[in-house]
């Protein structure tokens, strides 16, 4: 049987959606690049103290950049490039493969009445937004 991408992804955000999770992907490349231009800038107009202040401040801009909005991770899921949401359900393939299901509401009823498989799911997704996606999750509203 083909992976059906779109009731894998559907399976997914049930998933998410029963677990209220939220994920904020954080950017770190862009708070260090605050950081680095407060204190280039500190450092021309005030020389090695100008460095200490314009770290500091650049630190707390960068800080607040990378803070992050926390997004529903159905939201997440479906913003993916096509090549990443076929490698999450490749993975959620592997586990569910023995499954026979026809549409995405037959497969979310067949997981969700299995405690071990949905279990199984919810990791593989907890692992793969921390992991490939470096987000951070959120439980709850």
């Given amino acids: 049987m083909p992976v059906r991408l779109d009731d894998i992804l559907a399976l997914l955000c049930h998933v998410s959606e029963q677990q209220k999770m939220k994920a904020a992907v954080k950017h770190s490349a862009k708070g260090a690049l605050a950081a ?4 280039f800038v500190g450092g021309l107009m005030g ?4 460095i200490a202040a314009g770290g500091a401040v650049g630190g707390l801009v ?13 939201q997440i899921l479906m913003e993916l490039p096509p090549v990443k949401q076929q490698d999450l359900c490749d993975r959620v393939f592997a586990i569910i493969r023995n499954l026979d ?3 995405a509401t037959q497969l979310i009823m067949l997981v969700s009445g299995n405690a071990a498989l949905q279990q199984k799911v919810a990791a593989l997704l907890i692992n793969y937004v921390t992991q490939e996606l470096r987000a951070e999750i959120q439980y709850g509203d």
């Fill in 62 to 74: 960068g800080a607040w950049m990378t803070s992050g909005q926390f997004q529903p991770i159905p």
């Fill in 36 to 39: 680095g231009a407060c204190a």
């Fill in 101 to 103: 299901w026809t549409d």
């Fill in 47 to 50: 020389g090695p103290v100008g």
